[in-house]
């Protein structure tokens, strides 16, 4: 004799219950992957396009002018010996190098010379950062994956697009008193940002 084992009728409406919620898990995974939320920047030092350029000198012009007079008033008249130092050697570093020397003329009139034994003072500048900062932030549909189309494409659902020009430094400064005073970190950057929807890409800061 075979006993038949028979399901409660409380059993499936369960049954039903667990696969719907297993559904439901699917989908918002499924949705999850699609509206990709990013949020991602890199300092990168190319200079291609005039925007790029831009972004980058208007940097370094914020951040010279950041120069403290508390620590150069005081070497009015003098000259100082500016040493400059980078992580790659390039027209970038000394197009920085010579804006920090006219500014030190223009606000202090300190003389920026090249032999330390014709000065009176001198500086040495770390730069840490001179370049261009793109960020992007917010929910878009990727389509790189699908065959025969970049990599990078994409629709945008509402993204905010980031494209900065960053300089930052800090310093040492010996003034020829003995002392060697190290300089707070200083930072330019200016910036061009746009706010992305699915047919149309609005600026929302310029250079202008």
Known sequence: MIDRVQTTPAAAPEARRLQALIRSALITLLVIFLLTGCSARQVQDSLAGATAQRLVTGAIDELAAALPASDFAALRGQNLYLDTHFITDDALRAYA???LAMELKQRFDINTVTEPL???ASLSVFYTALGTDQG???FYLPFGFVPGVAESTRINLITLEQFHGVAEMYYFLDAGNGEL???QRLQGRTRTDALGLPIITIPISNLD
Do not use: S, V
Request: net charge positive; proline share 0%.
């Open 181 to 183: 005073l190290r300089g």
């Open 97 to 99: 190098d010579r804006r």
């Open 118 to 120: 014709a000065a009176d």
């Open 136 to 138: 992007l932030l917010g």
